[in-house]
């Protein structure tokens, strides 16, 4: 077995195993500044979650907004509209962690 270096945003090193084909999950850090949005309301397959490391930010997902603080985490549908805001004074670090494609699709 071999792992390569794979470049994610936010992160040192993520040693993928060089086996698997593609990326079937993907992991990367992002930070975002007070009063700033990360990303733009998007969606797309796979499933999806969100730790937070540090701050907190609102999570709007099809208009239901849900605050989440450091050390909080959430799994949700990404088919459904979703993104992530900083309404705090402080930056947010946030680790997403995304599947390609949803289980059983």
Not at 49 to 65: F, S
């Amino acid at each position: 077995m071999q792992f390569l270096d794979h470049a994610v945003r936010g992160i040192a090193h993520c040693w993928l195993d060089a086996d698997l084909k593609g990326e079937p999950l993907h992991v990367h850090i992002t930070e975002v500044a007070p009063g700033h949005r990360s990303p733009p309301p998007h969606q797309h397959g796979g499933l999806e979650g969100v730790y937070m490391i540090e701050g907190e930010g609102t999570l709007e997902i099809d208009g239901v907004a849900q605050v989440l603080r450091a050390n909080e985490a959430t799994v949700f549908d990404p088919r459904k509209l979703h993104g992530l805001v900083n309404h705090s004074r402080a930056p947010m670090r946030y680790l997403v962690i995304l599947t390609q494609d949803a289980p059983g699709s």
